[in-house]
């Protein structure tokens, strides 16, 4: 089943405005990643924040993890036309013995509208 | 650099034809995933493979096989297809030796069957 659950579903807003999408999973994590796919592509690596990190930066993205709420955000600010692509949030449950992949979550179609 | 490379890009099908999938690596990663992505339903496991000679099973394996003989390649064989295996077929490959890191995807297969 679907470990994490992206809200909204989509979103649109204009150029140059900041974009927050939430995603919520359900069970311990030991790292939240979040991913970006352009129509038609693969997914590309944006962010990785550890179970034990709070708050991570990287350029325009800020992802926070509130483990207590299973709960993560990611922040775009200053849109650009460029960040139009759907978004993926995604769990590692590694348990340990070996990786054995992660659990996606459903997606927030973003809309950069310039 | 080619990182993650997926043939082919887009194939039909006939039901209950066998058909293989390949993925091959130039990064060294010990880990590779096969994920399919349908509408509304974001990216879900098929198989993984967390190093040469061994694999697993994820939250779809059924009526999928694959095989890890080397590190480069992990081809999924679909052994007589169904409609409802009509999808996207993403490859994947982690270096997880390294603690918490990210996946790298291919550019992803295209079936339909019909």
């Known amino acids: 089943s679907q470990q994490g659950e992206e809200d909204p579903q989509a979103l649109s807003i204009q150029e140059g405005e900041n974009a927050t999408m939430n995603c919520s999973y359900k069970?311990?994590?030991?790292?939240l990643q979040w991913y970006r796919q352009n129509s038609g592509r693969g997914l590309v690596h944006l962010i990785l924040i550890r179970s034990n990190e709070r708050e991570k930066h990287s350029g325009r993205l800020r992802v926070t993890l509130d483990t207590s709420k299973k709960s993560s955000s990611l922040l775009i600010t200053a849109s650009r036309a460029a960040d139009t692509a759907s978004y993926f949030c995604a769990t590692d449950n590694f348990r340990g013995g070996g990786a054995d992949g992660l659990t996606f979550g459903k997606g927030t179609h973003l809309i950069i509208q310039p | 650099i080619a990182g993650i490379t997926q043939a082919p890009t887009s194939q039909i099908l006939a039901a209950g034809r066998r058909m293989t999938l390949r993925c091959t690596q130039d990064?060294?990663?010990?880990?590779m995933y096969w994920y399919r992505q349908d509408l509304g339903l974001g990216l879900r496991l098929i198989h993984y493979?967390?190093?040469?000679?061994?694999?697993g099973k994820g939250e779809v394996p059924d009526g999928y096989s694959v095989s890890r003989a080397n590190t480069d390649d992990f081809p999924l064989t679909l052994a007589s297809a169904v409609p409802s295996q009509t999808s996207v077929y993403f490859c994947a490959s982690s270096d997880s030796l390294r603690g918490d890191t990210e996946a790298f995807f291919g550019q992803g297969t295209r079936l339909t069957v019909v």
């Open positions: 069970t311990s994590i030991n790292n």
């Open positions: 493979s967390n190093t040469a000679g061994t694999t």
């Open positions: 990064m060294r990663h010990n880990a």
